[in-house]
């Protein structure tokens, strides 16, 4: 099957499919998305380390699964972002835990769906797991502010807070982002270059009662802690470079509470299959019309040099929403080489 590992450079290759453990789906992968997880585990890799399939952001259908599954059958079509200590998602074939899999949206196209999973269980996790929200609303007159509204992660969270009641105020610092965020359900919108406090101050709304930083913790940790109302809580998803002063938050009694996709599947917690069922609460939102894509462009094939691309584009810092690639290049003479779904 066809592959794309990085050495840290990308290369194409050819790797055997691999096989379902009791657990696991074996996964035909029809599109991938590209988030910053992906570049970050690339540029860890060292000198004399094997080289790492990355991509966790996926769309495709099922063709073989495990002895122990029974959430899905061969011929089912998914989505996943799957485990970050197992390979990734750029190859032909792979697998992952059927825990962390859920339906793909029948509203969605491949590319479409391969955007949401990694994005949409971070957006979700933070707000309703993390913030402790209620998904279904009652937030009337709550304010959460958005650090990075325009990125993948943003674009998801400000629809699903704004479902649930909120009043939505999303950081972008141009004009097509801040035409972006608002078209998604943002309230106001505050430029992240220039200084944040006079700006709510302006609109009436300092201090705030939420902030969701998807962007950078240290660049904002003490406008945060100026900015946050008295027990208020705070939710962010990068992590810090430099030691943060908690005290900042500790006379306001602040609730810290960090997000991080992987927890479940890396720990193996007990409720790691909360992962795809919060993907088909997801799936059902979309079709419903409730939510709409956040991708905003997509390369293809699934290839090296496309992927070199869109790593480039993550790292230009001026990506709005998410970006995929869709379908795999054609075998030599035109045959489609993909291996037959397998009806048990």
Excluded at 14 to 40: F, Q, Y
Excluded at 145 to 162: E, R, T
Excluded at 181 to 191: I, N
């Amino acid at each position: 099957m066809k592959a794309v590992l990085a050495t840290p450079a990308l290369i194409d290759t050819e790797l055997p499919e691999p096989t379902p453990g009791p657990r696991d789906l074996l996964v035909r992968i029809e599109a991938v998305a590209v988030n910053p997880v992906d570049s970050k585990v690339r540029g860890a890799i060292t000198a004399g380390e094997g080289p790492k399939q990355l991509g966790w952001d996926a769309a495709g259908v099922v063709t073989a699964v495990g002895a122990r599954t029974d959430r899905f059958k061969p011929g089912d079509e998914v989505m996943f972002a799957g485990a970050i200590d197992r390979p990734g998602c750029h190859a032909e074939a792979v697998l992952v835990d059927e825990r962390l899999v859920g339906r793909r949206p029948a509203s969605l196209s491949w590319a479409e769906a391969a955007a949401v999973p990694l994005t949409g269980l971070t957006a979700w996790e933070a707000l309703f797991e993390r913030l402790r929200l209620d998904p279904s609303g009652g937030h009337q007159g709550t304010s959460l502010l958005i650090l990075g509204g325009a990125g993948g992660v943003g674009s998801i969270a400000i629809q699903l807070a704004k479902g649930a009641g909120l009043t939505v105020i999303a950081s972008a610092s141009r004009p097509e982002s801040a035409a972006w965020v608002r078209e998604l359900g943002a309230t106001h919108v505050v430029d992240h270059h220039q200084p944040l406090v006079p700006q709510l101050a302006a609109l009436g709304l300092a201090p705030v009662d939420l902030i969701a930083n998807f962007s950078d913790t240290d660049a904002y940790w003490e406008v945060m802690a100026e900015l946050i109302r008295p027990q208020g809580a705070i939710v962010a998803i990068v992590g810090n470079r430099r030691p943060l002063d908690l005290n900042l938050l500790k006379a306001k009694s602040v609730h810290l509470a960090w997000e991080f996709m992987f927890t479940r599947s890396q720990f193996q917690t007990a409720d790691m299959g909360r992962q795809g069922e919060i993907l088909d609460r997801l799936a059902d939102r979309f079709d419903r019309g409730e939510l709409r894509s956040t991708l905003c462009r997509t390369l293809g094939p699934i290839n090296a040099a496309n992927l070199e691309r869109a790593y480039g584009e993550l790292a230009s810092g001026r990506m709005i929403g998410k970006l995929a690639l869709s379908a795999w290049p054609p075998a030599p003479g035109g045959a489609d080489r993909r291996p037959p779904v397998e009806h048990r």
